[in-house]
């Protein structure tokens, strides 16, 4: 009789522990729910923030956009190209 009160009692105890590890647990699994969402909540910001800084970017670097500040600043379009025809060697062996 002794020994299955003892075990009863051990079971007992072991269980108590076991809920107070686990109302713990959960504690803190409930509060680091509530920071993943909040860095979450960043991530997306950030990614929106990205893609319309990636717009703004491909705006700027068009050739119309390039064009269009070229002439602002007082750059002409080339009108003759010039084209060197003969293949003369710029070095020689001696």
Do not use: C, D, H
């Not at 717009?55 to 600043?73: D, F, G, I, M, P």
């Amino acid at each position: 009789m002794k020994k299955s009160t003892s075990v009863i009692l051990l079971f007992i105890g072991v269980i108590i522990i076991l809920s107070i590890v686990q109302g713990a647990v959960s504690n803190k699994l409930s509060t680091k729910g509530v920071l993943v969402g909040e860095i979450e909540e960043q991530i997306n910001k950030y990614k929106t923030e990205n893609a319309i800084l990636s717009e703004r970017l491909l705006a700027y670097s068009s050739l119309t956009n390039v064009a269009q500040k070229a002439s602002e600043l007082g750059f002409a379009k080339e009108k003759s190209q010039i084209v060197i025809s003969s293949s003369v060697p710029l070095a020689v062996r001696p």
